[in-house]
C-alpha cells in the first residue's frame, strides 16, 4: 500500500498551499505564535516564512516547504534509531 505523499497530507489538512505560521508554530517548530512571528522576522525558523502582501499580511509557510522539512526531520530520525538498534 502507497503512502500518501506529505505535501497532500498537509494540502488535506490545511486545505491551503500556503499555509499560516500560526496554525504550524506549536505543532511543528514549538513555539508560540508570537514567538514564531519575531523569528520569522529574524528569518531564524527552519522553513522560509513570508508575507503574503504586505507588512500587515499574516506570515505563510509554503506547504512543500514544510513538507520537505518534515521529510529531512523523519529521514534524520530513522538514521539515529537504526544507528542504535542495529544489530
Not at 37 to 65: C, E, N
Amino acid at each position: 500500500m502507497k503512502q500518501i505523499s506529505t505535501f497532500f497530507a498537509l494540502m488535506a489538512e490545511f486545505g491551503t498551499a500556503e499555509i499560516p505560521l500560526e496554525d504550524i508554530c506549536d505543532k511543528f517548530f514549538g513555539l508560540q505564535p508570537d514567538m514564531a512571528k519575531k523569528r520569522a522576522a529574524r528569518r531564524q525558523l527552519p522553513v522560509t516564512a513570508y508575507r503574503g502582501g504586505t507588512q500587515k499580511s499574516p506570515w505563510l509557510v509554503s506547504a512543500q516547504d514544510l513538507a520537505d522539512y518534515i521529510d529531512e526531520q523523519r529521514t534524520k530520525a530513522k538514521q539515529e534509531w537504526d544507528q542504535v538498534n542495529a544489530a
